[in-house]
């Protein structure tokens, strides 16, 4: 980067690091600072960092405070949903998700205001600075891009800690030391990685879990409940129509208490190393589960199996950072083409840990599965058993080719 | 079939399905009857299926009865495994895999008798007359096949059992009535479908289940476990080496005691219709899970994507039933080769239904793990942040282009 | 078939064959007959299917003749060509593409005229058979299908002309004999197979080919022409406005001149053997080879990347005559979406058989190409060499984790 | 890199500017050198960079000249032929194939002298660094690269010329000003780029070409030629056996003379720009053209299907430098499986820039291709055309019920 930056928009929590990294920014560089904090459901209060904010000399007019849950739940998590999207058959990638949005704000503040430049504060070794920049240089291809993390001198904690006293930015008590694991949160999800997490051997401590009750200590009682789905999204839960992100909350609130969505793994990072990490989900795993329930009843097989051959693709390209690009956005007309007819309920039990589809129904405007066709029964012409030999004597027919030359 | 069979090998469980279908082919085609029965771990006594074709007139060298066990699972279940193979995202594909070895043993003894047809009792609307039937012409070419289900006028069960009873057929009381339910077992899972569990919105009633206990009365207490792999293959639990068969079996049992496994699924049939099918896989949802944890560990990357994305492909293989085709042998191959350092141990939490990987470890030879070069701590050369810009910027420049044509 | 139509629209194309079928129908089945005739730029005289059919009784209202050129090209051969769709590597789809356009207005005229079913010509052997009846059920699940190759006795073609004379149907003199080979055509290709093309050793015949010059033959000038392409589409040649059938046919010209689009294949059927075919698509191979120049101009690597993945697969679906399904729909979306931008100008040499891209060029709005980045000089900025480095460090991250494992 | 290198294994091929880095390398960081030179069929003599590099005062136990002109075919450009491997659905990969074998022979070398570091004279712009240094990556994850063009202020040619007067390196005279363009050969093609190509609108002037005639002073009459493969890879032109090398070569010539294997393509690279390139692949572009032929006759269409759905990014791996993966050889172990039985004689007319086949045949042994089966007429019971109705009507199924729901 030749150029100083003159103006920068900053991902801001509220949090030392970012506070440390708002600091840094003025006096390494000189620049103005537009603060944006954005409530994507991690579950903290946002005016402190207002408040962090202006007690570092940042004009009201600078420091953005937006509440982007609705957004977030509805164009982003709702359509990675439809994929059946799972990173490394398991991930529900909550952190890949929501760095977009991030991107996209900054970029049009930076627009806005007339900024030049825009930064974060995700580490050197993560996805999630891959995440941020790819976003910023799609939306913006000439901006500049700080990341401190990657810039200063800053490198250890006790440097950091330092750096924080030496300019009044109040340190926490628990931020003193080097914190046992990190974590970052949103409407989706919890993760948590680092330190204490670190020996893929090693169980996760309990206390590391913030979102999810124990299974253990789940209630002993089984809930059921329903989602109605229409065109591949969540619009209701037992019958109550609710927003996308009032139905994820309502979700999480019923994944928390029976234990479910709790996800030990260790991943691939786009960056090359692998890495452990424990991931909440609650709420974001029983609707995985019904989505697909409700696709079961829906959903054609040429679809269905085109979607799961797409889904790893598409999945990895949202891990690595590239949602916006031209080959998810060719994934996602795909995918979404195919939800058009997924409309329907799905009955799920809850129960310490697990969310299992029990049962699913659809309007016969939607439903492609026909009791009549299947039955083992006489079904009035619907189906022809003799037919069956024909479709297995031409499918066979190069097998036996085969066959026939090794004979 | 133009000309009439005159030796055939039958699939033949001895239960009263297939004891009429052994009959009919003695009074329908005045043909040699050669029985096989397999010992698939299907938990039922061969013995009786012997009496029963005696009883029939069967003379003892054309009676097969074998314990296919080991076999099954080395040749079968555990190459499918090292695939993480899941049929629309869920199912563990416990009855298709278990037709190909059926079908080879019936070819086999086929030529050693010189018979000139085979036959099953599988009906016409279903997946496994064309897992047979592929496995067969796949095998011998020019070989008979005769369905009786898609050729007889036994359609109704009333029919059936006058059948039986006009040829001395035993009927057991449970079988006079329409049974509640269809199942199909073998060492990896028991299916359970029709009737009862057609109507998709109704939750199965728990006496559908014989392999799993209910989550609900499995113990209070988690049970810790460890499966040893060797090159994508389970090699001991806790410790203890134990055969491919035993260790499945010893699954089944921890399985089936924490009541997991079990899948209520709409599914796509090969030949064309959705059906509702319930599933108890307990020691293959068990094995399945923990295969993916060693995978983490000792799997690079670039093959652990490219596996993810095969999977749904070679699962639909199998489900269709091309098990002997040179496609799922090509599939078979990438996968295999992808094994030979999935070797380690993996370590799981089984409680109510759920079984969680909760460690993992792999000798330093096996192991791409590396705690120096993700902690966030200074790693000592393995890995320098500021390699990441250069990272991001070349994957972002096409990125830019496109952003700056847009611009 | 277990009602007797009553009314049946068939693909009626004014030859000798169809022209059996039509008496067929009406002597096998006593039903009403509608005839109906696409003009796809077969390059035959209609007139005379419609004096045939009157000649057979059928009344003008029941007799369709339609110039389908338009939207057999806008709505069929360009959404394929916009795939780059190549069947098994070569095969540009001529006959496949032809095929759902067929079906639908046959359904569409049966319910206009209140028919009960529809008919083909096409053999039991073939592809076509697929491709038109899969036509029929997806857009009318319970049209009846009458299939006369597969279902009559008239099994050799001394049967057929008996058959013919016996109902004073014409039998042209070069119809007596067997042909040497059949052809089929329209305005993308002539496809021959059958009897002298059956050897697959043997070239084929230069009387066999009917809509190309042989190269041989052709100018010893090359000729050079333009090609204009907005959002994917060809929209001019020459810098001459041209709808799409006109442009077709003009590269047709072009390319008969030039010996341009000669294909001789041994290809896979969907009805599960191989055969031999020879294909002449002039004035599709041009615009398929300019179609590509275009894409690598204004197409960004993601999205030409994903492009050629998914391209085998939708071929397959084209050639099987999976055209009306979800899958294809979804493909074609995820196409569709990239060819946004795909505009501007692409330069060939046609020469004795060879297309050639010498040049391609779009306005700025559309290129991805800069030669600012690209030159080996220095480029004020937009790429800086020491990027390649971290670019290449984190890409080999993994293989070095691999190397060390190794050692 | 922190540490100075002791001792380099440089690639070098005695032209100017990789003896401005020999010396370079000895001046920068007064570190020895090892040369590596391979044949690879560029077409140069070697023994003068032999020369250059005593002259340079490289002992001659440090001076590698080696003919890998057997290995390069047999083991990199066979097994990449076997894929049918295009990249962006033109290219033949000529560069990239070449790549790791030079670099697995630099880390040979290296291990043997003990060297700790390997260099090219790869830009930094290409991707030619990627390749090499994910080869050297892959194969000592501890090997230090050195990168002159990243690292240097050799940045204009005028600089790198007084560099090499300075040191006494010989300046041939068309070496003083800019190249019009620059190239890279060996025994599959030569590319060339740069300068005078880069405006992808003008066509490459003829004086580009060196390693095909122009088609049209191509000789009038076509040439007819067999090639026979076994197991996938040629064995033999007209009958002569032939070794890998000595095959390709073969080729090179005949497609010489023919004018065959003219490319110009604007391609993406991995770095992220798009690029002109010309290429020129005589022997490849017929050998590829004839592999595909002899697949037609011999390859099961499961196999050849999931081979062209596999064959993009198996291309795509080896075009970015990841040849040392563990995906690229999981791929080949597929695509390697299917060649088994690809054995036969394909029949190819070369006639002014066109290679076709026009004739394939193979043993019995081998031949999938059946005229018994394909025939229109009566085939003694191989196909039975009523079995067309009851595949269709299966593979109907689901659309019809998706037809159903849509009424």
């Not at 800690?161 to 340190?171: C, R, S």
Request: net charge negative; glycine share 8%.
């Amino acid at each position: 980067m030749t150029d100083t930056p003159k103006k920068v928009v900053l991902a801001y929590s509220g949090g030392l690091d970012t506070s440390v990294i708002l600091k840094w920014l003025q006096t390494e560089y000189g620049c103005e600072v537009i603060t944006f904090t954005a409530d994507l459901g991690q579950g903290e209060e946002l005016e402190p960092a207002r408040r962090k904010a202006e007690a570092m000399g940042i004009p009201d007019k600078h420091i953005f405070i937006e509440d982007l849950r609705e957004e977030f739940v509805a164009d982003y998590v709702f359509p990675m949903m439809r994929a059946n999207a799972l990173y490394e058959g398991l991930y529900l990638l909550g952190t890949s998700i929501a760095r977009p949005l991030i991107s996209k704000r900054q970029i049009e503040i930076a627009h806005k205001l007339g900024a030049d430049a825009v930064s974060h504060g995700a580490t050197g070794k993560g996805n999630d600075q891959v995440r941020f920049e790819l976003g910023y240089y799609a939306l913006d291809p000439d901006i500049k891009v700080i990341a401190p993390w990657r810039e200063w001198d800053l490198t250890s904690r006790t440097k950091l800690i330092e750096f924080a006293e030496q300019h009044q930015i109040a340190v926490p008590k628990d931020k003193r030391g080097e914190a046992p694991f990190s974590t970052d949160a949103n409407l989706l999800h919890t993760s948590s990685e680092g330190k204490v997490l670190e020996d893929p051997w090693e169980e996760t401590p309990d206390y590391v879990y913030s979102r999810t009750d124990n299974p253990e200590d789940a209630p002993d009682t089984p809930e059921y409940i329903t989602i109605d789905f229409e065109h591949g999204d969540g619009v209701a839960i037992n019958g109550e129509p609710l927003s996308p992100a009032d139905l994820l909350a309502k979700l999480n609130d019923l994944g928390k208490t029976h234990g479910i969505g709790r996800l030990d793994l260790v991943e691939n990072r786009f960056v090359g190393m692998k890495s452990r990490g424990m991931y909440e989900t609650p709420g974001g795993t029983i609707y995985h589960i019904a989505h697909r329930g409700i696709e079961q009843l829906t959903l054609d097989r040429g679809a269905a199996h085109l979607k799961d051959e797409l889904a790893p693709r598409y999945a990895e390209l949202i891990y690595n950072g590239f949602w916006f690009s031209p080959e998810r956005e060719m994934l996602q007309a795909a995918i979404d083409h195919s939800q058009r007819n997924v409309t329907g309920t799905v009955r799920l039990k809850l129960y310490k840990g697990l969310a299992q589809v029990v049962g699913r129904k659809a309007d016969v405007a939607f439903n492609l599965y026909s009791e009549d066709v299947v039955t083992f029964e006489d079904d009035a012409g619907s189906y022809d058993q003799r037919d069956a030999e024909g479709f297995i004597k031409l499918n066979a027919l190069r097998l036996r080719l085969l066959g026939r030359r090794k004979g």
